[in-house]
């Protein structure tokens, strides 16, 4: 809508600064013939914009001015305060910062979309680690996130899983991610990635460093994660699984005669198959690999051994 095109033009402006048409026009996937309609709407409403010609020219605001929050909408309103992370700002010590901010841009709404961001704060709340799985103590947390902010060096001593263990190692922290309540910084040369409560030690350099241009952290962290699984799930499975069984990952389906269901499992490794399978219980037979279902077999012989002893001697 054209409306919110024109709202959305003034807040660029108002936050980057001067931008060309095209520039604009590329943000907002219009043609530059819409930009310079758009702008024309603007200046003819009274907003204090204006152009300027040559190389470095553009389109800008005058100085000081700034327009309020009134063009969210209902949704948007509730958007931004779901996107609140209490939590993990808290942890890199922003928490403060967090609450002023949500405090100042609720004052900016209008009372009719206050209303909404109330309703979703109380509604929707983030709590990132698993059940299973108690947050990580990452005390150096905070520093790694000033030198994130700063592009400053870190000297630290990392906990890794292979000898030797601990190893010393130069960061350029280019970014922090925060992945199921576990938080990783990625860092140059490299890039590389890091748990950040496996950092034992940490110093800050005194120096700082260039964080490449064209480094992409949300990009990267897609990519790292698409080669973490293909590293990680080297081997497959072929399973049977009963009516109603599922298994994460299972690819070309096939149902047969009885209702049981063919697929294919990535696996990471024998023994990892087979605490996971053994979970499923009857729910599941493995056709292969064959030590697999070897492995497999042996343990549902003992358990049956054992409780069948124990039913045997047991009682009642």
């Known amino acids: 809508m054209k409306a919110s095109r024109l709202v959305s033009i003034l807040l ?101 979309l206050r209303g909404h961001a109330d309703r979703i704060s109380g509604r929707f709340h983030l709590d990132a680690p698993g059940w299973y799985a108690g947050a990580d103590e990452t005390p150096h947390l905070p520093a790694v996130a000033d030198a994130v902010w700063h592009s400053r060096v870190l000297r630290v001593l990392y906990r890794r899983w292979r000898e030797p263990t601990d190893v010393e190692r130069r960061l350029e922290p280019y970014g922090l991610v925060l992945k199921a309540g576990r938080w990783y910084v990625v860092s140059g040369p490299g890039p590389r990635t890091y748990r950040v409560d496996q950092i034992l030690q940490l110093a800050p350099a005194d120096e700082e460093f260039t964080r490449p241009r064209d480094f992409d952290l949300a990009a990267y962290w897609r990519a790292y994660q698409r080669d973490f699984h293909d590293r990680l799930y080297r081997r497959e499975a072929v399973v049977r699984l009963a009516p109603g069984e599922s298994v994460d990952r299972a690819t070309n389906h096939r149902t047969e005669a009885d209702g049981w269901t063919r697929a294919t499992v990535p696996i990471e490794s024998v023994d990892h198959a087979h605490a996971e399978f053994l979970r499923l219980g009857t729910g599941v037979e493995v056709l292969e690999p064959p030590e697999l279902r070897e492995k497999i077999a042996l343990t549902v012989a003992e358990l049956a051994e054992r409780y069948g002893n124990f039913r045997t001697h047991g009682g009642d």
């Open 12 to 112: 660029l402006l108002q936050t980057r600064g001067r931008m060309t048409a095209a520039q604009l026009a590329d943000e907002l996937e219009v043609s530059v013939r819409t930009v310079y309609r758009d702008v024309e709407a603007l200046s003819a409403a009274g907003v204090p914009l204006y152009g300027d010609a040559g190389h470095a020219g553009g389109y800008r605001l005058l100085d000081g001015y700034r327009t309020r929050l009134t063009g969210l909408t209902a949704d948007e309103a509730e958007a931004l305060f779901l996107a609140g992370a209490p939590g993990p700002a808290a942890q890199l010590g922003l928490g403060s910062v967090l609450a002023a901010a949500e405090l100042k841009v609720r004052a900016a709404l209008p009372p009719e």
